[in-house]
């Protein structure tokens, strides 16, 4: 069983940054796909920004220009740099790891971006 935990949210004003990062104790990090999602009440989780085992990355629409999704192997984690954050971007994001048909979550970090 591999264990994920995030870790960097907070309270932050629009136009602020944060940086997430997430860490996993798989023993072979580097086979894993990774992601970082999110979720609002009472809507579904969203794909957020998502990098390959082999560094291709893919954004949500909205992310594009302002989120950096990144992953360090050997540290065994997963960062995401968020810029130039709206109100919108408030909800619970998620890390997840996948290799084939094997997925873990993490049980996420609160991002809350408001004045």
């Known amino acids: 069983q591999v264990q994920v935990a995030e870790s960097g949210g907070g309270l932050v004003e629009p136009g602020g940054s944060l940086r997430l990062s997430c860490t996993a104790s798989a023993k072979i990090f580097s086979m894993y796909d990774t992601g970082w999602y999110r979720q609002t009440p009472g809507r579904q989780r969203e794909l957020v920004a998502e990098?390959?085992?082999?560094?291709?990355?893919n954004y949500l629409d909205s992310a594009k220009g302002r989120f950096t999704i990144s992953r360090d192997d050997a540290k065994n984690t997963l960062y995401l740099q968020m810029n130039n954050l709206k109100p919108e971007d408030t909800a619970v994001y998620y890390c997840?790891?996948?290799?084939?048909?094997?997925?873990?979550w993490g049980r996420g970090t609160q991002v809350t971006v408001s004045s």
């Open positions: 997840k790891l996948q290799y084939v048909f094997t997925t873990f």
């Open positions: 990098i390959s085992s082999g560094g291709q990355t």
